[in-house]
């Protein structure tokens, strides 16, 4: 009869020590998909669409960032990038993957009508307001970011 016993608390003590285990990584939740464009002309404006972002500390994202534009851009945050874990960063072509990024990002370059997804979980609350696009216009020699390429990002 005890080895019944030992034999059950055994069973039931692994199993509650494989679901905790589970349930502690956060990587291992479906992901919650947020998309934002990157959008201009050259000589006129670029900016974000949106240009705010909002997310919750503890779950899964896929942030597509999609330019539909003909000038490459950056989504670059610093402070985001610090308060964040980075799953891995996905590029695609045509729905396909075709590379695989994993370790610290800080910022993502996207080429014109490309799209790029950056997995992750916010790890750290704050408002974070310097997502910016360094690249120059060609017609201007402005940074996109002083022609209104500009964001916040609000990690709850």
């Not at 905790?20 to 006129?44: P, Y």
Request: charged share 25%; aromatic share 14%; proline share 2%.
């Amino acid at each position: 009869m005890k080895i019944l016993i030992k034999y059950y608390a055994y069973l039931l003590l692994s199993s509650f020590i494989n679901f905790t285990s589970f349930a502690l990584d956060l990587t291992r939740q479906d992901e919650i998909e947020v998309i934002v464009f990157l959008k201009g002309k050259v000589g006129h404006a670029h900016y974000y669409e949106p240009n705010k972002l909002t997310f919750n500390t503890g779950n899964l994202y896929k942030l597509i960032i999609k330019n539909k534009s003909k000038s490459k851009h950056y989504f670059s945050s610093n402070l985001f990038a610090r308060s964040i874990f980075t799953r891995k960063v996905q590029v695609t072509f045509k729905n396909k993957k075709i590379a695989e990024i994993k370790g610290v990002i800080n910022e993502v370059e996207v080429w014109p009508d490309h799209n790029l997804e950056w997995w992750f979980v916010p790890i750290k609350a704050g408002i974070f307001d310097d997502l910016e696009c360094k690249v120059m216009d060609n017609k201007t020699n402005l940074s996109h970011s002083d022609m209104g390429m500009k964001g916040t990002i609000i990690i709850k």
